[in-house]
């Protein structure tokens, strides 16, 4: 029995919701990813660890709030509490494989690919877990043409992201690949969504009358927002993301390594030899052997 599914019972509020932790987890990531190539080797693991979490936790959230506004008619709809913070772990641990590739090896060529490819698997992954650890009376199916798409579209935003984050810029910067990481990773959610057809076993049952989605997933999600919250204020007090540009920059297009000043030189035309005596004005002709 092919099941009604409505994905905004909430109306624009789950989504509008969803686009802004999105975004949250993004500039946050991002800014701790920038701030990891303006620092030492000692310090670059943690900026990109912070990072890491950040954007994970960042993206997890905003699938659930957008799963709040997801009901399917007569089949009241549970999650799996492990297989639901598995995908927060998939999340972390995939989009850090491609934020540390990125931070150690530039944001340029083969490591923007690889680190782009697998962040971009990472929110999939992360997508497609978390779906998996609904419990209703009926079964999911994709489109799978579709499912590549927003597949495509999360490593598209991966890597768009992941080279806006390299470019060592200013804060703007950083706020405004955000905000369209936030818009791809919301539309990679929705597209996944709409491959999706729901079928029920049997007649569907009685009307849903347990817990609603928005009562079951509130919970779950304290601990992630917790820690956007603390990750915020770490970059908020953080001089050089306060102020946008450090006092040095990247040489050499390696990240984490500071510039040396470069030594004085003197003007062109500066370096003249000393004037001779007038008294030993030097002769063209040979000298007297």
């Known amino acids: 029995m092919q099941g009604t599914v409505d994905g905004f019972s909430y109306g624009l509020v789950t989504p509008l919701v969803a686009y802004l932790m999105a975004c949250l987890g993004g500039a946050l990531g991002l800014r701790c990813t920038t701030r990891s190539m303006l620092v030492s080797n000692s310090w670059r693991p943690g900026w990109l660890a912070l990072g890491s979490a950040a954007i994970g936790s960042g993206i997890w959230t905003m699938h659930f709030v957008a799963m709040m506004g997801f009901t399917v008619k007569g089949a009241p709809i549970h999650y799996d509490k492990p297989t639901t913070f598995a995908s927060l772990g998939v999340a972390i641990v995939m989009v850090g494989v491609g934020i540390f590739i990125v931070g150690y090896r530039g944001a340029s060529g083969t490591a923007l690919f690889t680190g782009g490819t697998i962040t971009g698997l990472g929110v999939a992954s992360m997508h497609y877990l978390g779906m998996a650890g609904m419990r209703f009376n009926g079964k999911l199916e994709y489109n799978t043409l579709t499912v590549a798409a927003s597949v495509v579209i999360a490593m ?37 969504m709409a491959a999706l057809s729901v079928h029920l076993h049997g007649a569907g049952g009685a009307p849903s009358s347990g817990d609603s989605p928005a009562e079951l997933l509130a919970p779950m999600m304290v601990g992630p927002l917790a820690f956007l919250l603390l990750a915020g204020v770490v970059v908020m007090f953080d001089p050089l993301m306060v102020m946008g540009k450090p006092e040095w920059t990247p040489t050499e297009n390696k990240p984490g390594i500071p510039a040396h000043a470069d030594a004085p030189r003197p003007p062109r035309g500066a370096a003249i030899r000393p004037r001779r005596g007038v008294g030993h004005r030097s002769s063209r002709t040979p000298q007297n052997r």
Do not use: D, I, K, P
């Not at 991966?158 to 905000?179: C, D, E, K, P, Y």
């Open 156 to 192: 598209c935003a991966a890597t768009a992201a992941l080279w806006a984050a390299g470019q060592v810029r200013g804060f703007l910067w950083s706020v405004g690949a955000s905000l369209v990481m936030g818009l791809a990773v919301s539309g990679m959610h929705y597209t996944g």
